[in-house]
């Protein structure tokens, strides 16, 4: 599949609109789900995507290393979202709430309907208690299934610090899981 790729990835370089369309397949519910998520909504999330993709196609011959081509969409795709973001707060003043409800739902597999709204009560309370970099990490690695070096490449960070960051995020939400737990009399 690396081959296949490689080869994708140059041919696209020249402009190959089949062979984008390729790439692009291999990847596209990743992308939109890790932008759905972290926007919190449908319509953001389909534009983020498109624009990343757009920006990809008319930018594809600056990918240096054909291999990395999925860690390099979810580079641009982060960026789409992080403007998304900041425009939604500048318009609304608000941050995406629907987030933290995405995330919580992804996290609680139970079915147990009052157990589900206590235990989204409680995910949602983890959740917030992240910062943000913590929670965009926690997103990317979720959502996205980026490993560490994925998005190590998408924040410009050292891989180990990203793991770092994801294993204190965890503990953070662990801890105030358990604190939850008790305070909701579990």
């Given at each position: 599949m690396e081959k296949d790729i490689t080869v994708l990835v140059e041919k696209a370089k020249n402009k190959d609109t089949e062979a984008f369309a390729e790439l692009y397949e291999m990847i596209y519910k990743d992308l939109y789900r890790m932008a759905l998520y972290t926007l919190g909504n449908s319509h953001d999330a389909e534009n983020?995507?498109?624009?990343?993709?757009?920006?990809?196609?008319?930018?594809?011959?600056?990918?240096?290393?054909?291999?990395?081509?999925?860690?390099?969409?979810?580079?641009?795709?982060?960026a789409k979202c992080a403007r998304q973001i900041s425009e939604n707060v500048k318009s609304r003043n608000l941050l995406g709430d629907l987030t933290v409800e995405r995330v919580t739902e992804t996290l609680i597999s139970t079915n147990d309907e009052l157990g589900q709204v206590l235990d989204r009560t409680i995910v949602e309370e983890a959740f917030l208690a992240l910062n943000d970099e913590e929670k965009q990490i926690v997103t990317m690695t979720v959502y996205g299934q980026l490993d560490s070096g994925e998005i190590a490449e998408c924040l410009n960070m050292n891989r180990n610090t990203v793991r770092s960051v994801y294993h204190r995020a965890l503990a953070k939400m662990k801890k105030k899981l358990e604190a939850g737990g008790v305070s909701y009399g579990r």
């Amino acid at each position: 599949m690396e081959k296949d790729i490689t080869v994708l990835v140059e041919k696209a370089k020249n402009k190959d609109t089949e062979a984008f369309a390729e790439l692009y397949e291999m990847i596209y519910k990743d992308l939109y789900r890790m932008a759905l998520y972290t926007l919190g909504n449908s319509h953001d999330a389909e534009n983020a995507v498109s624009d990343a993709v757009v920006d990809a196609f008319l930018g594809i011959e600056k990918l240096m290393d054909p291999r990395a081509f999925r860690s390099w969409m979810f580079r641009i795709l982060t960026a789409k979202c992080a403007r998304q973001i900041s425009e939604n707060v500048k318009s609304r003043n608000l941050l995406g709430d629907l987030t933290v409800e995405r995330v919580t739902e992804t996290l609680i597999s139970t079915n147990d309907e009052l157990g589900q709204v206590l235990d989204r009560t409680i995910v949602e309370e983890a959740f917030l208690a992240l910062n943000d970099e913590e929670k965009q990490i926690v997103t990317m690695t979720v959502y996205g299934q980026l490993d560490s070096g994925e998005i190590a490449e998408c924040l410009n960070m050292n891989r180990n610090t990203v793991r770092s960051v994801y294993h204190r995020a965890l503990a953070k939400m662990k801890k105030k899981l358990e604190a939850g737990g008790v305070s909701y009399g579990r």
